[in-house]
């Protein structure tokens, strides 16, 4: 199980840079005895004089993978190979002393090659047992370059948001804190303490998206975590008393006192009561009845916009051109009547000719 303690950017590997990121990792983390850190680096220049200088207490060790690597640019074969991974991997100096002695046997060179390094670094029957660690390889950290690998690219917030959003995953995948992305913004739940810094679930009580997304990832029931208030048993409870049935009023005892009697104050507004209340301006308008809102009136008998014939008052505008129109419409029915009775005579005279 990989847990990264610590991690930065820098220019170039370095001993100016190693020493700055050393110098701040050792403030976070004690360095005392008991504490019994193992640093396994790869043989770089930068980091084993630094961590010496600032750290001489310290177990070093040298990843056997890249040492190997070097030790084969000179020596090459299988059994220089069998030979040198087994002495590392010996837990006791008999059995690592068997291994060097065929070694030797093979080829004296890579037997010296191999002798001029400290068996405390990369042997383990020389480690340290205060350690509590018997690890060869900083493949770790070959892990950890090809997790990042998919965000080496982009820019170095970017990245470094993803890393450390991953670690909570990684680290965290149990607890009770979360941070979730909506786009560019981040909100921080807290699922023990019922809490999200958007403040809707500390108002309502009822989970937002934010803590949707939080609970779902911990494969658990939303309705767990909406407050008892909401929860359809508080709401039996509520109204489980009944309300009291009565009997008609003709039933009802007889108290002795004087029935009351109607105010005199009250007074019968003329206009007929408003049902509806009145709405503001504002208000939205029911989009299927035909509203009076911003429209013109205009009277049929003045002709005038702004009222109607209802409450029109005054004289008819143009009284000649009604006049005229109403003796019109007078002959047109009196010529109407003359034709009918001609055609009725007309009827007549064919009628007595048959």
């Not at 001029?116 to 950890?144: G, K, V, Y």
């Not at 039933?251 to 509806?276: A, D, H, V």
């Amino acid at each position: 199980m990989m847990y990264l303690v610590a991690y930065a950017v820098a220019e170039s590997e370095n001993k100016e840079s190693w020493a700055w990121f050393v110098k701040n990792l050792f403030e976070c983390i004690s360095t005392s005895a008991e504490h019994r850190w193992t640093i396994i680096t790869n043989q770089q220049k930068g980091p084993v004089p630094t961590l010496e200088e600032l750290y001489p207490e310290g177990h070093y060790r040298f990843c056997f993978i890249q040492l190997y690597a070097n030790f084969k640019k000179e020596f090459r074969g299988k059994e220089l190979k069998s030979c040198v991974w087994k002495a590392a991997k010996a837990y006791t100096r008999v059995d690592w002393e068997k291994h060097m002695t065929k070694l030797h046997s093979i080829d004296s060179r890579a037997y010296d090659w191999m002798m001029r390094l400290n068996p405390a670094q990369w042997c383990r029957h020389a480690f340290n047992p205060i350690t509590n660690c018997n690890r060869l390889l900083n493949n770790i950290s070959e892990s950890f370059n090809s997790w990042v690998l998919p965000v080496r690219d982009r820019s170095i917030i970017t990245m470094l948001g993803w890393i450390k959003r991953a670690l909570m995953v990684r680290l965290h995948e149990w607890g009770a804190l979360f941070e979730v992305r909506y786009g560019v913004r981040g909100y921080v739940v807290n699922l023990e303490n019922r809490t999200c810094t958007c403040f809707k679930w500390d108002l309502i009580r009822i989970p937002c998206p934010h803590v949707v997304a939080a609970i779902f990832f911990q494969k658990e029931r939303v309705e767990d975590y909406v407050h008892v208030a909401f929860k359809k048993e508080t709401y039996l409870r509520t109204y489980e008393a009944l309300i009291n049935i009565l009997n008609g009023q003709d039933q009802w005892p007889k108290t002795g006192s004087e029935p009351f009697l109607p105010s005199n104050k009250l007074k019968r507004p003329t206009n007929r009561p408003q049902k509806q209340r009145i709405r503001d301006p504002d208000e939205p308008q029911n989009p299927f009845k035909l509203q009076r809102k911003c429209t013109s009136l205009k009277c049929s008998k003045c002709g005038v916009h702004g009222h109607n014939q209802r409450t029109w008052k005054g004289p008819v505008k143009g009284k000649n051109d009604g006049a005229a129109s109403s003796s019109k419409n007078v002959r047109s029915r009196q010529t109407f009547m003359r034709f009918k009775s001609d055609a009725i005579s007309g009827e007549a005279s064919i009628g007595n000719q048959q």
